[in-house]
């Protein structure tokens, strides 16, 4: 079984979550990837984690949606 837990959403001085408590007991990771949150430092540092604690690690990315075409559907 694999439990995975989407990860690294802190961005800057604003910290989202305990990413070093529930890595201990996850198997994989989705990392943000930044724009809907994340940035490179939490991204590093969250990877970091992850290989400490033998979690797999994945990409949480975010497709941009056209606002546009959302609102004449």
């Known amino acids: 079984m694999d439990l995975n837990v989407d990860l ?5 001085r604003y910290i989202l979550g305990n ?3 529930i890595m201990k007991y996850i198997t994989s990771a989705n990392i943000a990837c930044g724009f809907h949150a994340g940035d490179p ?12 604690n033998n979690v797999a690690v994945g990409a949480h990315v975010v497709y ?5 075409l959302v609102e004449d559907a």
Do not use: P, Q
Request: charged content about 35%; aromatic content about 4%; cysteine-free.
């Open 19 to 21: 990413d070093a408590e």
């Open 64 to 68: 941009m949606i056209n606002r546009a």
């Open 41 to 52: 430092m939490v991204m590093k540092k969250t990877v970091k984690l992850a290989k400490e």
């Open 8 to 12: 690294g959403e802190s961005f800057g």
